[in-house]
């Protein structure tokens, strides 16, 4: 049995893939975006549910990142993009003239690759999205700070020292930071890119009970090219080739029973 059978077996085991009555918090329908002449989403329809793990696996180039970048239209930054299609969140296009991007992209958190935690301290890295929302009271900048500190599960590591620079930090916890900060803003969705490619295998594993932990508020997708990583931790599982979704199903089922020859021959090692 492959290590991955294995973790799949032993969720299966701990029923943590209960087949939940789930809503879709977010619904692409016949997306379809090009970087100039290059399409690098075809018709996608994705239904992402509300506090679950949705994993987003596929090879190099598939247009993983490009799909979490579009669910809170950071990809529009890139001049070239054209989109069509719809991205409904809580049954409202995202691309509509009427959505007020700031508070999307607060309702839509993102993680990415790389802990990229601002040359300041710690206190100040978490206290900035409030900020910008107009929040300037000490008293309720200090709760916030702890609350989200505490739910990234780093305040006992980083209480006696708030006032440092959070570039002090070792790359878990300014990834653990970089999760509070997002917290702090109160979202519904959090987005994660590979956030636990540049750690090491403890950090990863503190990241990944942090997710499990998450999921009880939060909706999260996750692009990983870790299959292992993604089997421990989401709930569904999207296999992104060339720009379309192969397969979209329950983990378990891509897993271990997978429907479309390409996402076996992916899962199983054969290509990407
Ligand atoms: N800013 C950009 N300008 C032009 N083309 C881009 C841009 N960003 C991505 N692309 C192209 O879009 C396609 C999808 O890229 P994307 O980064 O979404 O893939 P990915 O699946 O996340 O890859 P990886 O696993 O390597 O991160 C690729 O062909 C890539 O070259």
Redesign the pocket.
């Known amino acids: 049995m492959s290590a991955i059978q294995t973790v799949v077996k032993e969720k299966q085991k701990l029923s943590l893939d209960k087949d939940v009555q789930e809503e879709s918090i977010i619904s692409a329908k016949g997306l379809n975006l090009w970087?100039?002449n290059?399409q690098?989403l075809k018709n996608i329809n994705l239904e992402i549910p509300e506090k679950q793990v949705t994993a987003i696996i596929?090879p190099?180039?598939?247009?993983?990142?490009?799909?979490l970048k579009t669910v809170n239209r950071m990809v529009e930054l890139?001049p070239?993009v054209k989109i069509n299609g719809n991205i409904d969140y809580h049954g409202v296009n995202i691309f509509d003239s009427k959505v007020n991007l700031v508070e999307l992209r607060s309702s839509v958190g993102m993680v990415f690759q790389k802990p990229n935690p601002f040359p300041k301290s710690i206190f100040d890295n978490i206290a900035f999205g409030p900020r910008v929302h107009g929040i300037k009271k000490k008293a309720e900048l200090t709760k916030i700070v702890e609350k989200s500190l505490r739910a990234s599960g780093l305040w006992d590591e980083v209480k006696d020292r708030l006032g440092e620079s959070a570039l002090g930090l070792s790359g878990g916890q300014q990834q653990r930071l970089c999760i509070a900060r997002c917290l702090a803003v109160e979202p519904e969705v959090i987005l994660m890119d590979e956030p636990t490619s540049a750690l090491d295998p403890k950090s990863t594993l503190k990241v990944e009970e942090l997710i499990q932990e998450l999921k009880e508020k939060y909706s999260i997708i996750i692009?990983t090219?870790n299959m292992q990583q993604a089997a421990r931790i989401s709930d569904k599982t999207a296999f992104?080739l060339n720009?379309e979704v192969v397969e979209f199903d329950n983990t378990d089922k891509i897993f271990s029973n997978p429907t479309d020859k390409r996402t076996e021959d992916y899962i199983t090692g054969r290509f990407g």
């Open positions: 970087y100039g290059d690098a596929g190099s180039g598939c247009g993983k990142s490009t799909f890139v070239i692009v090219h992104f720009g």
